[in-house]
């Protein structure tokens, strides 16, 4: 059974710097193609970035430049590193491995 525990969420001001990360188990994790969603307040959710196995990184459209998605597979763990953060990108953002294991949500709310 896959499990997926997300980390680093929280309140922080526009401009502002955010890093969520996604620690797995029950996994061969080094083989995971992985991502990141996010929901934002009555909408739907959206894809934001992935990685592959062979570090190759996407990003959607709005958030390319700002954030950046690594892996350490040694720690079984993806990271998202959000900068120059907005209010558009307040939301509970999901981590994905493998394409259909999902973690809770962690929420991330950019305020002032």
């Known amino acids: 059974q896959v499990q997926l525990v997300e980390s680093g969420g929280g309140l922080v001001q526009p401009g502002g710097s955010l890093t969520l990360a996604c620690q797995a188990s029950g996994t061969i994790f080094s083989a995971n193609t992985l991502a990141w969603y996010r929901q934002a307040p009555e909408k739907q959710r959206e894809w934001v970035a992935r990685?592959?196995?062979?570090?190759?990184?996407t990003y959607a459209d709005s958030v390319r430049g700002r954030f950046t998605i690594s892996r350490d597979n040694a720690k079984s763990t993806m990271y998202l590193q959000m900068n120059s953060l907005t209010p558009d990108d307040t939301g509970v953002y999901y981590c994905n491995v493998d394409y259909r294991n999902w973690g809770q949500g962690i929420q991330v709310t950019v305020s002032s």
């Open positions: 990685i592959t196995p062979s570090l190759y990184p």
